[in-house]
DNA sequence: CTGTTAGCGCTTTCAC
DNA sequence: GTGAAAGCGCTAACAG
């Protein structure tokens, strides 16, 4: 059996009170003498609080959940390395919750994470989440008094601590680098519509298109899901429509057009440039490197964690969002429009 | 505040004990009638037992720990997606601890996740361990009497339960792929030389070559490290040696010597076959698709959990290796080797 | 059939 | 300065 309090008691006379009381160090008024007889049996008997015995009385268990989607996806991989990260160095610890983006998930997790105690829950909502479905999720945390932090994907009319990119200006970073290089017809292969990442980099893209003076076409918009598939779809969708270059909403749906155009016979960057986003780590890779609007994933996971364990200790989460700033990152597969 | 069980004692007039006894499906002779008003009371409460008032008295947390040295790793984060999905189906949670292969942090949360009461850890050692120090981790959970599987990285001579994959059929099968080709001057890059995994891949290389009766020659070995970095600087030393293929000891390392290849104006397969080792996602996508060993790192993960609740569940893990086995992809970056 | 009681390991108030 | 006692929310003997 593990060391419990009362075999210091025991082992040094002294009653459990007094010893959790060095051991916690809140004897003030404990002679040193009887504090280091304490602590010396403390470490003799190699004591450790049972925590979970610790987080029934003081209703604490350091503890925090992560409810994300998928971590085998690279962007909440980075994420979750960044949370546990900063978990750890503040004597934390992570409880890893993927949803696959299943709402029903999201709200068993939450119930699931209240009941084992966390203290607070970072909170990816899942995508087949209808504004509705996100608000339930949001008013079941409310209701278990449960301090969160939403990251990368918000929800219109949440009241609190957000923490995510300026995706808008990242649409328009990438948008406006396009434009720069000439190109005039270009194609978007966008996210998800539900969710307001990929609305605003639409709104990026928009706003860059207006700086230039240029009619935003609908039809140069293929709507796809973030995934390969899409930018496979996307690209076969608008080689027809006779674009100069692609914006494809992230990365791996960049990766989908690039093989796709490769096997259409159409190189990039030569015929057509292409810009992802995300950066994430294999764009670099790539025969012809991608160039990349890059999201700080990992500091994001950090900063929410700071937020969260703030928000935990001074007993609510307050209402803002922190915005990181995106990064566009250059590489091969863009470069000037070429008359043809 | 939450519900509790006195709460249910209080409204419907019974003892807590009998709530107890009814909301854990213990209730043997209590009449149908109580157990309803009981059920209907609870639910009307919305009462959620409190886990962590369960854990302390039965002594149990249904939570595992999963400590791997870097989620954000693609081989772990699928590991860990594994894990996690198998922990959901068994109704358990999982908390997440990143080591970055530090050893002094492999004791470290083995110590907090024992305080924090989880029922099991599933254990992959950090690379920096030496035996002796792999052989503390160990003997530490032992102590702690403290079931544990350990996933991916052995330990010689650790009695206990093992999961993961035929690393010396693995590393035969890449070889033979190329022999079968014709090739004879067959570099490799590899991991590190403390890892037994990699070793075993090289036992293959070297049984496979054996069974051609071609002689082992050390100089056509790149000692890596299992990152894209040994891989550049293993093509850089391999081009030298002449060899008409590579077989590299993962995917990341094979995505350096593609790189690295095609910078020096080689490329693959037409110059140089190139086979990697963990069937990454993003072997596929590459320009040219890499022929590689796939690693089912998602159903070892599965398999690791399902071991450790038993284990759990009976008292402690039975020693035991459970080895998957490796599959070949055969892909474009492999063809017959062509005298030149 | 159901309730009383003790106790999991710890913190904290209050009293001496 | 230190200890007794209560209690966190729950389970589980043991009575009756």
Redesign the interface.
């Known amino acids: 059996m593990?060391t419990t309090i009362k075999d210091i008691a025991r082992y040094t006379g002294f009653s459990v009170t007094t010893i959790s009381l060095v051991l916690n160090g809140k004897a003030k008024k404990i002679p040193k003498q009887t504090k280091d007889v304490i602590l010396e049996a403390a470490d003799r008997l190699n004591y450790?609080?049972?925590?979970?015995?610790v987080?029934?009385v003081k209703k604490r268990?350091n503890?925090i959940g992560l409810i994300i989607s998928?971590?085998?996806?690279?962007f909440?991989?980075?994420l979750?390395?960044g949370v546990?990260?900063e978990c750890?160095r503040q004597d934390w610890?992570?409880?890893?919750?993927?949803t696959n983006d299943k709402h029903s998930?999201d709200i068993s997790y939450i119930?699931?994470l209240?009941?084992?105690?966390v203290d607070g829950i970072l909170f990816c909502m899942a995508l087949d989440s209808s504004k509705k479905k996100g608000m339930e999720s949001i008013g079941l945390m409310e209701k278990?008094k449960i301090p969160f932090v939403m990251i990368d994907r918000f929800l219109e009319g949440a009241r609190c601590c957000f923490v995510s990119l300026n995706h808008e200006l990242g649409g328009y970073m990438a948008t406006e680098h396009l434009l720069k290089l000439g190109h005039r017809r270009i194609g978007c292969v966008t996210g998800p519509d539900v969710l307001e990442d990929s609305m605003a980099r639409l709104t990026g893209y928009k706003k860059a298109l207006a700086e230039y003076e240029i009619d935003f076409e609908p039809s140069l918009l293929y709507h796809g899901n973030y995934d390969?598939e899409s930018g496979i779809n996307g690209a076969d969708y608008l080689v027809d429509k006779d674009v100069s270059a692609i914006f494809a909403f992230n990365d791996m749906c960049a990766?989908g057009v690039?093989?796709r155009l490769?096997r259409l016979g159409k190189s990039v960057p030569e015929d057509i440039s292409l810009v992802g986003y995300d950066n994430i780590f294999?764009s670099e890779?790539?025969?012809v490197p991608l160039t990349s609007v890059e999201q700080p994933v990992?500091e994001m996971g950090v900063e929410a964690v700071k937020q969260l364990i703030d928000g935990i200790n001074s007993g609510n989460c307050a209402e803002k969002s922190i915005l990181f700033q995106p990064r566009l990152i250059v590489r091969e597969s863009t470069s000037e429009y070429k008359e043809r």
């Open positions: 593990r450790h609080p049972n925590q979970v015995a987080g029934l268990t503890t998928d971590v085998s996806n690279v909440f991989s980075n979750a390395k546990e990260d750890r610890n992570l409880i890893l919750c993927n998930r119930q699931v209240a009941d084992k105690g278990l390969r990766y690039y093989n490769k294999f890779i790539l025969d990992y």
